[in-house]
């Protein structure tokens, strides 16, 4: 008997579990902090809820109203999913209808924001949705907020083009945003989300690089939006493969200058995007928000630290590949008992292309930069957040671990920055943001 196996017994362990899995989220989780600033931001006391409202409601002005959100939330029965649903959804049809109005009227770009604005609201809306993968409402929800940004991105000067890249006999389905309105070369940032993120709600990064003189491609790649939705295509470590033929497409576009490209990638994206570096050395810069050395070691530290189970990331490791049943049937009933593991586990699995939480793990474990962070030559700022604790250590990790000019930047309670991907004060963060690209590409 191992000795994790004598300190907690089987079923306890599983009660002691459903914490666990508050991990690899793309901008979706509290932190679970307990700090006075934590707490005066949270909406519902469903630590889970409250983050999805602060990332929803952060996208304003661009792609939610405030007072929007406020009015949904003050409708929803606090922990009651199919009140989120439903609350959501009513929002996401009369904000569509107001854009239809305004696009009868002749007035293009307010239709373009509310269409944007009610895409969000539909995605937000089948979040939760999710814990049930043969729910209809989760097609209709996601091809909704797909379907009604489409329609957003006619809306703007200069249009929104939808695109999609050739891909390993695919296609990567994307948005770019152009910042000039000649043929002129300008930097180009490419963005891209992490577990659960899609391209479309990332549309204020799109604005803000616009606004800055910056062209901007947003994609979604495997596992992500519309390639795991409607593709079938799920998650893999090797994310150079996905962002070297978006380079390819960049580099014959006339208005891309060639030399500055930027990759930013968020949440698992703090992963994705450092490992698409360790071969990808056309990027003159990446950002990592926040940044992932090894997406298993993230995951195994919630684990870890509860009494019962093995006690470091290797021991871990070897467990669950061991002894695979047990490890699915603790997971499983913590799922029981927790909406955060239950969401995490179903999604994961779906976005992975697996049918097991033993299963999913173990891909997790190939998302390591084991044996290739010192490829890495390009510039990288990574990210952090005062009290998230997403990828606990993860940051500082990847940036010590990097060989090459490299900057480490901590977002703050102060500043009201401190949630995982800085949710709620996304101005702040690419405000700083730029000011190190300009550093860098100047």
Known sequence: MRQWEKTVPFWGAALLLVSAFMFVQGCDRSSGSSSTTVNMRKVFSSSEFSFQFIRTAGAAPT?????ECLEAAGKIVDGDTESWYREWYALAKRVQRLGEQCETDGNAEMAGYAYARASNYYRNAGFFLSEKPIDPRITDTWSRSVAIFRKAAEMFSPPIEYIGIPYDGATIPAYFYRGGQGTERLPTLIIHQGFDGSKEESMPGGIAAQKRGYNCLIFDGPGQGEMIHDQGIPFRPDWESVIQPIVD??????????????????????????????????????????????????????????????????????????????????????????LNSKWSMIHGMYTFGVSSPAEYLEKLSYMTLDGRVGKITTPVLVVDSENDTTFPGQPKKLYESLSGEKTFLMFTAAEGADL?????AADLFWQKTYEWLNKILQ
Not at 63 to 67: I, L, P, R
Not at 266 to 278: D, E, I, K, Q, V
Not at 420 to 424: E, T, Y
Request: charged share 20%.
């Open 63 to 67: 792609a939610s109203d405030v007072n």
């Open 249 to 338: 497409y960049l580099l014959k576009r006339p208005d891309v200058d060639p030399d500055r490209i930027v990759l930013v990638g968020f949440s698992m994206g703090g992963y994705l995007a450092p490992r698409a570096a360790t071969a990808e050395h056309r990027l003159a810069a990446v950002v990592a928000d926040g940044g992932v050395y090894s997406v298993f070691e993230g995951v195994a530290a919630h684990w870890i630290v509860i009494p019962g189970m093995p006690q470091t990331v290797q021991e871990f490791l070897e467990w669950i590949r061991s002894e695979p049943e047990e490890f699915n049937a603790i997971a499983r009933e913590s799922m029981n008992y927790s």
């Open 420 to 424: 995982h991907c800085q949710a709620g």
